[in-house]
């Protein structure tokens, strides 16, 4: 992994901090990586990472795939079955909406995995892109998909002004019960 520079896009707050309820040393899927930024992260704090993209170029220029780190290219929304397996302590998605992979990530995800989730709602359009309704959640909409297969921690949505005025959605759960949070 090369040092990070100034030009790389900070991680979202809402994964670092959340990203701490992961088991320690466990396995986490990046799931639409782009450059990494979330990978690294997860990388630095002795995680394991799957970090996976239709495009990996910018992965492959920031992270070294090692025993640590494997990068997929893949296209998630070719029709193809999921192939990305399972048993992922953690699971990060960022900036990417593609709805016919949610039963995927409930699926994935070991006993007590966290899913991190933060993206783009409804709203969004007057900050700029993405402005399609079709990449951008509905009121609630993370809640009401995970809610019922999964336990709820933490539930955000609303406009934030870091790092640019934007519309977004965030949820952190966990399958199966309830876990210790501080
Ligand atoms: C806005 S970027 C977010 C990247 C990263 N999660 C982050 O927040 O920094 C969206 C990413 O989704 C990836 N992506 C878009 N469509 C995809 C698809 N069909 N299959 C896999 N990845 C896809 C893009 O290549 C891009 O890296």
New binding site residues.
């Given amino acids: 992994m090369r040092p990070p520079t100034e030009f790389d896009?900070p991680p979202?707050p809402w994964i670092e901090r959340y990203a701490a309820l992961i088991r320690a040393g466990g396995r986490v899927l990046?799931?639409?990586?782009?450059?990494g930024?979330?990978t690294r992260l997860l990388l630095a704090r002795g995680y394991s990472v799957v970090a996976?993209?239709?495009?990996t170029t910018?992965l492959r220029s920031a992270i070294t795939d090692d025993a640590a780190c494997r990068t997929v290219a893949?296209?998630?929304?070719?029709g193809e079955a999921w192939r990305l397996g399972g048993g992922y302590d953690g699971i990060?998605?960022?900036?990417?909406l593609?709805r016919p992979v949610f039963a995927d990530l409930v699926a994935a995800l070991a006993p007590a995995g966290v899913l991190l989730y933060e993206t783009f709602m409804l709203g969004n359009e007057r900050f700029g892109k993405p402005s399609n309704p079709d990449f951008l959640l509905r009121p609630n909409e993370l809640i009401e998909a995970f809610m019922p297969h999964l336990t709820v921690v933490a539930f955000e949505q609303g406009i934030v002004s870091r790092p640019r005025p934007a519309a977004i959605q965030r949820l952190v759960a966990i399958k199966g019960g309830i876990i210790a949070v501080d």
């Fill in positions: 896009p979202s990046d799931l639409a990586a782009g450059g930024r979330h996976a993209d239709r495009d910018a893949l296209d998630l929304e070719n990060v998605v960022t900036n990417y593609y």
